[in-house]
């Protein structure tokens, strides 16, 4: 097991495949996808291969690829094969926008995905397209009806606006009474691109919580592999709710994942302040021991908790830049 100086255990690699998006998010892209001159390459698929057996090796059992939107990559399904075949690698998700999930359920399924987490800011179609830039909401509700249809495990992801979408909690919670689908709402979180826009839509999630408790909703026991989602059931509902509060006290003493760029740059924390490259054995097809001593060299560096309550947010410009 790879554990780090306080004791927690990382099972999850989240893994960025691309930071391109077709998307404008107001939270993240609000204008559209803009490559930075001199970025790097993706890791090719040889790369990831190598990548994730060294991580398999630690006793990670969990791979997310994640963007930007990994389905914009024309070898994703190269890639969920590649990775669902590694010894040792027992779940394999996509984060995805969900704007090709139609197309693509059939082929993901037939290389190995799991589950996939799927980006639904609403469920509101005026609503969804406000905040998405995109008029796209029934394909997406179609692609995850085909996701479950075709066995796939299915999350969905809300991030929580003051201004656009809080009120409408309620349509969430509807919308679970007979879909085995686990709505999370996720706190705003400040990055380097959005601080006004933070400042003007962040909303706490005390009141949240309580709320769902006073609704019949059970917290429910968290998993060996389960993100930092707190999930919450209810006997009436097939569905689950969960909330992703980054700003909550102790949020990071159960962090169990790890997360690597898309040039292959390991990083400790999603708003930490430095990263750990591992190209150069990825591109000299290093044996995965060697992969994984530099794995746990880096490991030593990290820290307890975020400082975003501190306004810090690393490297972290955008959540398409790291998948969140």
Not at 72 to 96: F, K, M, Q, W, Y
């Amino acid at each position: 097991m790879l554990v780090d100086g306080f004791g927690r255990a990382f099972t999850c690699l989240r893994l960025s495949v691309t930071d391109a998006c077709n998307f404008r998010c107001s939270y993240c892209l609000p204008n559209g996808y803009q490559r930075v001159p001199g970025s790097k390459e993706p890791l090719t698929l040889a790369e990831i291969e190598r990548l994730v057996r060294g991580f398999a090796l630690l006793g990670v059992r969990k791979v997310r690829l994640t963007g930007g939107e990994p389905t914009i990559r024309r070898d994703i399904h190269d890639i969920v094969e590649c990775v669902s075949r590694t010894p040792g690698i027992e779940t394999v998700a996509l984060s995805t926008n969900g704007y090709r999930l139609k197309q693509l359920v059939p082929g993901l399924v037939a290389a190995g995905l799991h589950q996939v987490n799927v980006s639904i800011d609403s469920l509101d179609p005026a609503v969804f397209s406000s905040i998405t830039g995109h008029d796209s909401l029934s394909d997406v509700l179609a692609g995850i009806d085909l996701a479950l249809e075709s066995g796939l495990r299915v999350k969905t992801n809300a991030v929580l606006l003051r201004e656009a979408n809080e009120g409408q909690i309620d349509r969430f919670i509807d919308w679970i009474g007979d879909k085995e689908v686990t709505v999370r709402l996720i706190e705003l979180m400040r990055t380097g691109d959005n601080e006004l826009f933070f400042l003007r839509q962040h909303s706490p999630f005390v009141l949240l919580q309580q709320r769902l408790l006073s609704l019949g909703f059970v917290r429910c026991e968290r998993g060996a592999t389960d993100g930092p989602a707190v999930e919450f059931s209810h006997p009436k509902n097939r569905g689950r709710m969960g909330l992703i509060a980054p700003y909550s006290k102790n949020f990071c003493t159960t962090c169990n994942r790890l997360r690597v760029t898309i040039a292959g740059a390991l990083r400790l924390c999603l708003f930490g302040e430095q990263d750990y490259s591992l190209r150069g054995l990825l591109q000299e097809d290093s044996p995965p021991e060697a992969i994984a001593d530099a794995v746990r060299g880096a490991l030593r560096q990290k820290t307890a908790a975020h400082q975003l309550d501190q306004g810090k947010v690393g490297y972290t410009r955008n959540l398409a830049q790291m998948g969140g």
